[in-house]
């Protein structure tokens, strides 16, 4: 007798709570009822996502799977879309099928006739979705249409978006996340958005958007208390001025940090930051000042550390690394010879190392990154790869 068809549902989301997501698509396999009750499991259905791709021996689904994405009973919660801007009523009888509760949604790379054809198709998850991604998202033409009420909306990303922002998203009041990355927004609908959020704890801006929208008016006006904080540089710009009162405002908040091209002033606030674990550091350039002048304050949370340096200064990466003597995960572009023999010395907790390129041709000795539990080196020379197997040798010699 097969146990799935007596055991009550609660049994049957313990067992399968213990098993992979390969292995639970492999149990659907099994029988009609196991695919039938996995599928009619909202707690198991929730780790599974529906993903669509474009393939290049096609450019839309076909017939019999479209029939069978409509017409099957999973309740589907999550679904990746990308690439199907041929077949988007396909798309939207999927998404419309079996009064399914989608709480995830990622659309990438779609073409829409207009903003009322993109909003139609968006109404067809405003109930229900937590997480919406929306990229590369081309709308034809802008006509007049009606606004969305994403009620449940916690989680929402945009990259390269025509418009959209004011009729999808100003009713939003909810957002835990939000990631803006396009230039093509309306900034009064984002500073409405950052008003009326004051459970916004994770933001990522293009330093564009973060220098048109962030006066120190709307500074002050804000509410929320950022725990996560990323400046994406996509055009080579500085942050700005308001950088540093904006991260002042929300220092004893912060516990990830990602900033590109920022000044002295704004490194010293980053080190008084009493939370922060994690920490990258991208494309500086201190025209300003020397960091080893700063005497920057000792950070003993930061755990994770990116930092590349286009100058690849030395003495102000050792700066850095002195002001960060907890740190377990490193990342950074290139490690010399006199930089094992630094980070020897002052990272003595080092578990993670990861680099793009690799000079040093010494690091034979076991005793100089103790904790080191992971190395990663993307382009190494054929002078270090015999060093690694000397290394080899030796060790089972």
Not at 83 to 98: D, K, W
Not at 187 to 199: G, R, S, T, V, W
Not at 208 to 216: D, G
Not at 218 to 223: A, Q
Request: with cysteine; aromatic share 10%; charged share 25%.
């Amino acid at each position: 007798m097969d146990p799935l068809a007596i055991f009550p549902q609660e049994i049957t989301d313990v067992i399968f709570k213990h098993l992979t997501v390969n292995e639970l698509l492999t149990a659907t396999e099994v029988s009609k009822t196991w695919n039938e009750v996995i599928g009619a499991s909202s707690k198991v259905m929730q780790r599974i996502q529906l993903s669509l791709f474009w393939l290049k021996e096609s450019m839309f689904l076909t017939d019999d799977v479209n029939y069978a994405l409509v017409n099957s009973t999973r309740k589907y919660q999550h679904i990746d879309f990308r690439y199907q801007s041929c077949h988007l009523e396909g798309m939207q009888a999927i998404l419309s099928s079996n009064n399914r509760k989608w709480k995830s949604v990622r659309l990438e790379r779609l073409n829409f006739n207009s903003t009322a054809h993109l909003i139609d198709f968006l109404k067809l998850i405003e109930k229900t979705v937590v997480h919406l991604e929306l990229f590369d998202i081309y709308v034809a033409s802008n006509v007049e249409t009606d606004n969305i009420d994403f009620e449940k909306l916690k989680i929402l990303r945009l990259k390269f978006i025509d418009g959209l922002i004011d009729k999808a998203f100003s009713k939003c009041c909810n957002l835990e996340e939000l990631s803006v990355t396009s230039s093509y927004q309306s900034n009064e609908a984002l500073h409405k958005i950052f008003m009326q959020n004051a459970k916004l704890q994770n933001l990522t801006l293009s330093s564009l958007i973060f220098n048109e929208i962030f006066s120190l008016e709307v500074i002050h006006e804000t509410c929320f208390k950022l725990k996560v904080f990323k400046a994406k540089d996509y055009y080579r710009g500085s942050m700005g001025a308001n950088l540093a009162p904006f991260l002042e405002k929300h220092m004893p908040f912060l516990e990830e940090l990602s900033l590109d091209n920022i000044n002295s002033e704004t490194l010293k606030i980053i080190f008084h930051m009493p939370k922060l674990k994690k920490l990258r550091l991208g494309n500086i350039n201190f025209h300003d000042n020397v960091i080893s002048a700063l005497q920057l304050p000792v950070n003993q949370s930061i755990e994770v550390l990116s930092y590349h340096d286009t100058d690849n200064g030395l003495s102000n990466m050792k700066s850095i690394i002195e002001a960060t003597p907890n740190v377990k995960e490193l990342k950074i572009y290139s490690l010399t010879q006199e930089m094992v023999t630094f980070l020897s010395m002052q990272a003595k907790k080092l578990e993670k190392l990861l680099l793009r390129t690799i000079d040093a041709d010494d690091m034979s000795n076991h005793e100089l990154f103790p904790c080191l539990k992971f190395l990663n080196v993307e382009i190494i020379t054929s002078s270090f790869e015999d060093h690694l197997l000397a290394i080899e040798k030796d060790k089972q010699n």
